[in-house]
T-cell receptor, first 114, second 114 residues
């Protein structure tokens, strides 16, 4: 079974600085998708960024980018120019091409210091 | 455009009382539907998912059940709530052709069993 591991329960960053959240996953599949979700204090789950495993180019969405290392099964999220509104729980998730379900990591709580 | 509705937003119920949480999706047909539970400060636990009317898969044996009486309606129920059923419940959907785009989540229900 696939597993997703987020080894950092909590991270903090100074406003305007850059922070990287780590995620590793375990799979025997070659074709799959990876996601980062943000859950602010409102607890609404918001999709931040997605990556298709067959694409070598790292996905980017404004201040959010990923470092996808397929061989290492690593999928980290980089937040540049951190803002107070970035404070939230961040969940990494995996889905292979065949299954119907996302597998989530345990989450990383990001605090942003003014 | 597709939208997902989940209600109620908050609920306080006594131990032993019944439960019914409802989730509906608009703007699509034959969605895959999911119920997740999240304990405070914790990750997401998949409870049930459904790929069609009357088709329910249970991921975790527990005091809860799910039903899908209509294509775009997903209901989470319990006959007798336990204290351990307290938590934040999230409904999510994805389209069969949209699996690579992750889930779209409802706004959640905060359930407190007293």
């Amino acid at each position: 079974a696939q597993t997703v591991t987020q080894s950092q329960p909590e991270m903090s960053v100074q406003e305007a600085e850059t922070v990287t959240l780590s995620c590793t996953y375990d799979t025997s599949e070659s074709d799959y998708y990876l996601f980062w979700y943000k859950q602010p204090p409102s607890r609404q789950m918001i999709l931040v960024i997605r990556q298709e495993a067959y694409k070598q180019q790292n996905a980017t969405e404004n201040r959010f980018s990923v470092n996808f290392q397929k061989a290492a099964k690593s999928f980290s999220l980089k937040i540049s120019d951190s803002q107070l509104g970035d404070a939230a729980m961040y969940f990494c998730a995996y889905k292979d091409n065949a299954g119907n379900m996302l597998t989530f990591g345990g989450g990383t709580r990001l605090m942003v210091k003014p | 455009s597709q939208t997902i509705h989940q209600w109620p937003a908050t609920l306080v119920q006594p131990v032993g009382s019944p439960l019914s949480l409802e989730c509906t999706v608009e703007g699509t047909s034959n969605p895959n539907l999911y119920w997740y539970r999240q304990a405070a400060g914790r990750g997401l636990q998949l409870l049930f998912y459904s790929v069609g009317i009357g088709q329910i898969s249970s991921e975790v044996p527990q005091n809860l059940s799910a039903s899908r009486p209509q294509d775009r309606q997903f209901i989470l129920s319990s006959k007798k709530l336990l204290l351990s059923d307290s938590g934040f419940y999230l409904c999510a959907w994805t389209g069969t052709l949209l699996m690579g785009y992750g889930y779209t989540f409802g706004s959640g229900t905060r359930l407190t069993v007293v």
